[in-house]
């Protein structure tokens, strides 16, 4: 079985076809998916989405690409994460790509995310992107190994990723690994250790090989599976097994 550990099945793009995309996950043999949050905005509709189904989870957050919208401090994550389906903080993070200086809107925001976490109990979803130094400068400063988490649609150097499992962080492969271009997250994939290994979606973008450049859901999980496994020179159930248990292990009380 596989588990999606980061997809966006409210967004307008899926949220029409969430029982079909129901139906192929079962065919897939995906039992789980985490469907995260990237505005308070949106989070009412995200969270009555996963209310209705078991097998669907939900995070709070605010990402950092956002910048004109409610900025959440920490009492404000706290609330919502109370929500019983609510079993992660985030996606947060930097992400200096398409935004310019200054950003300290952005390392503030990160900064009210982790606090948040550490008080939680919750783990951490970081987005980073063009920001390596000071995202791990701000996860270091402020503590973020206490909540722990994964650096989700990972697509930065082994350094990084190095420094990131240091704090006791997962890393989460994405479609990206199956693009022929992709060689630093190829690169990745095979080295990270598998017991600190997560696969995702990030659906409905980014479908991988055979789907490049359609629309993904968390069906598409198992492309990315088989392509670690293509990498790390193992059984796809191997990854299966070892993601799947990794997932539970970060997401504490899940399984039935």
Sequence with gaps: ???????????????DKVDEILNKMARNQV??????????EDWPRLIALVEQYDHLHASVGVHPGYDSVVQPTVADLLERAQHPKVIAIGETGLD????????????????????AANESGLPLIIHTRSAVDDTIRIMKEEQAHIAGGVMHCFTES??????????????SISGIVTFKNAQQVQEVAAKVPLDRLLIETDS????????????????????????????????????AEQTTSNFYNLFKGLRD
């Design 31 to 40: 039992e789980r998916a985490l469907v995260v949050s990237v505005t308070f």
């Design 158 to 171: 082994w350094a990084m990723a190095e420094a990131a499992l240091e704090m006791g962080f997962y890393i």
């Design 96 to 115: 200096y790509h398409y935004q310019s200086e200054p950003l300290d809107w952005q390392r503030d925001r990160f900064r009210v995310h982790i606090q």
């Design 1 to 15: 079985m596989f588990v999606d550990s980061h997809c966006h099945l409210d967004f307008p793009d899926l949220q």
């Design 204 to 239: 409905p973008y980014l479908a991988p090989v055979p789907y490049r450049g359609k629309t993904n859901d968390p069906s598409n999980v198992i492309y990315v599976a088989e392509k670690i496994a293509e990498l790390r020179q193992i059984s796809v159930a191997s990854v």
